[in-house]
């Protein structure tokens, strides 16, 4: 079994920053990657940002000069810097990963239960 667990959300101003975290734990051999989705009232969950096993990133469009994604594979925790927010930035942010268990060799994907970031105008 694995667990992700995500903290950092809130109520912040527009032109602020924040960051989030998500540790993962439990039976876990290996991670292949960890991410982050995010969804507001009336759209699709959407990707924001993702980091691969071997430190490469991928970040969606949106949010490109914005946002880092970075990791501490140590402590099996990821984390996502955003500056500058934006209204437009409110949604439930999800941290999602990939990973090998005893249960699962060959990878399973896991989420967390998602945190709120709210961007007062």
């Known amino acids: 079994q694995v667990q992700l667990v995500e903290s950092g959300g809130g109520l912040v101003q527009a032109g602020g920053s924040l960051r989030l975290s998500c540790a993962a734990s439990g039976s876990i051999i290996s991670i292949n990657y960890m991410g982050w989705y995010r969804q507001s009232p009336g759209k699709q969950r959407e990707l924001v940002a993702v980091?691969?096993?071997?430190?490469?990133?991928n970040y969606a469009d949106s949010v490109k000069g914005r946002v880092t994604i970075s990791r501490d594979s140590a402590k099996n925790t990821v984390y996502l810097r955003i500056d500058s927010l934006e209204p437009e930035d409110t949604a439930v942010y999800y941290c999602?990963?990939?990973?090998?268990?005893?249960?699962?060799?060959?990878?399973?994907?896991?989420w967390g239960q998602g945190t709120q970031i709210t961007v007062s105008s």
């Open positions: 999602n990963a990939r990973i090998d268990t005893p249960y699962y060799r060959s990878g399973r994907d896991y």
């Open positions: 980091i691969l096993s071997g430190g490469s990133t």
